[in-house]
């Protein structure tokens, strides 16, 4: 089962509001992923977790903050976005290799559509 | 800074005739990889390509490495509607702060047209 899901799958939320992206993996991959794309853009890195901790963060501001409760589920909260913002925002996962110079090959979820007001 | 650039960015076929998508990256890399993106759409992995003279075949489409030229192709080959879509390359940046990282280069959004 090569599956990542996310929800919700289209979220609209006004500048004031504070919403959640949720992303789930059962591949056992200890590599999570999110990213934002915007239309007819390739997808921008923003978080990298490795073995539920924070390793990459691509100077995203604030406004983002990700989580990773366990080595299968990975969130991102949003609060005071701004309307730039709006985009589809993907989660991937991974396969860790341990003591090599990358992971496998990430996986992609469906992602979220977002639209802030 | 690592830059993947693509070409062309449109390619618009007619079902039938081959043609190759080009993904030239700057710096030295530990992997190669090809999505395809539907529109609306969620990134399909396509292939990997982990070293120099490395050639993957999946269908009508077939990649290929050259580390040396920093160069990789995605060959069409009779091409068929089905085919139509966005597709990117990315490169990882290997190791350390990077680990994990990808690249993306801009996107080729093929048509492939009766």
């Known amino acids: 089962d090569t599956e990542v899901t996310q929800t919700p799958k289209h979220l609209v939320m006004g500048m004031t509001n504070k919403k959640s992206l949720k992303c789930e993996q059962h591949?056992?991959?200890?590599?999570m992923y999110w990213y934002k794309q915007k239309a007819k853009k390739p997808p921008e890195l923003m978080f990298v977790?490795?073995?539920?901790?924070?390793?990459i963060n691509e100077s995203v501001p604030s406004r983002f903050s990700p989580e990773c409760p366990n080595s299968s589920l990975l969130n991102l909260h949003l609060h005071a976005l701004q309307p730039e913002d709006s985009a589809l925002y993907l989660c991937?996962?991974?396969?860790?290799?341990?003591?090599?110079?990358?992971?496998?090959?990430?996986?992609f979820g469906p992602g979220t559509r977002l639209t802030v007001l | 800074e690592l830059k993947v650039e693509q070409n062309p960015l449109f390619l618009s076929m007619q079902e039938g005739k081959n043609y190759t998508i080009y993904c030239n990256y700057s710096?030295?890399?530990?992997?190669l990889y090809w999505y395809r993106q539907d529109p609306g759409k969620s990134l399909e992995s396509l292939f990997v390509?982990?070293?120099?003279?490395a050639v993957k075949q999946e269908g009508r489409l077939m990649a290929s490495l050259d580390t040396k030229a920093r160069l990789s192709t995605l060959h069409i080959t009779a091409a068929v509607h089905d085919l139509s879509a966005t597709y990117f390359c990315?490169?990882?940046?290997?190791?350390?702060?990077?680990?994990?990282?990808?690249?993306f280069g801009q996107g080729t959004i093929l048509t492939v047209h009766p």
């Open positions: 990315a490169v990882d940046l290997a190791g350390g702060t990077s680990y994990g990282k990808l690249t």
């Open positions: 977790y490795s073995y539920e901790k924070l390793s």
């Open positions: 710096t030295t890399s530990d992997r």
């Open positions: 991937a996962s991974s396969q860790e290799r341990s003591g090599l110079a990358s992971p496998d090959t990430q996986y």
């Open positions: 390509l982990l070293s120099n003279g």
């Open positions: 591949m056992g991959h200890r590599a």
